[in-house]
């Protein structure tokens, strides 16, 4: 079956321009995270969405970051203003539901550099 | 937060078992332990999870210490495709996976 697909896969932009990341969970999965990993660093949590409850953006590094499920399916990223240091893998990951007896399923995320 | 202990690499031959160990002293009783790997290039890839049962799936087993203080995640037969970084994570509440360093495998044929 289909997986979680991210768009796009690679993204190279200017700093200062705003970026929107997209994720497409698998379907009927309810839980979605979004996470990064810059280079050579571990994956850092950023946002999680369950169902219609309020997401857990306390993984969001500053406010320019952001991020909406619409129709509890497909998640945008937003970076508003990118900065260098912006430059990373975003993946997203879906699960069945929001327990921690459920697994995450991963995309392969969109690589992101600002010039 | 509970936190794991891994070693930063190890290396294995192929079509031999090998074995992954993890430390997480602090664990509590409701922490899951979970293992992903990620391959070069490509997101983490769930592996196998339990709380305090040792667990078999496709993909490999995982044998838990009475005391839940250690797991082991085992491979049966290595290949070259087992060639990642191992994750060795407890899943206690809240909703998000904490990733450490992970164990670098290199299988060498």
């Known amino acids: 079956g289909a997986g979680v697909s991210q768009s796009p896969s690679n993204k190279v932009t200017e700093k200062g321009k705003d970026v929107e990341l997209r994720c497409d969970p698998i379907s009927g999965h309810t839980a979605l995270y979004w996470y990064r990993q810059s280079l050579g660093q571990g994956l850092e949590f950023l946002i999680y969405f369950q169902g219609n409850s309020a997401p857990d953006k306390s993984g969001l590094p500053s406010d320019r970051f952001s991020a909406e499920r619409t129709g509890g399916s497909v998640s945008t990223l937003t970076i508003q203003r990118t900065q260098q240091e912006d430059s990373a893998v975003y993946l997203c990951a879906s699960s069945l539901g929001g327990s921690y007896n459920q697994p995450q399923h991963f995309g392969d995320g969109t690589r992101l550099s600002i010039l | 937060d509970a936190k794991t202990t891994q070693p930063n690499s190890m290396e294995s031959n192929e079509e031999e078992p090998v074995h992954l160990p993890c430390n997480h002293s602090t664990i509590s009783g409701t922490d899951y332990i979970h293992w992903y790997r990620q391959l070069p290039s490509q997101g983490p890839e769930y592996v196998i999870h339990?709380?305090?049962s040792n667990v078999n799936n496709r993909m490999a087993s995982l044998a838990i210490a009475e005391d839940r203080k250690s797991s082991t995640l085992i491979l049966h037969r290595a290949t070259l495709r087992d060639a990642a970084v191992y994750y060795c994570?407890?899943?206690?509440?809240?909703?998000?996976?904490?990733f450490g360093a992970g164990t670098i495998l290199r299988v060498k044929s």
């Open positions: 339990g709380l305090t």
């Open positions: 994570i407890l899943w206690k509440y809240g909703n998000k996976l904490v």
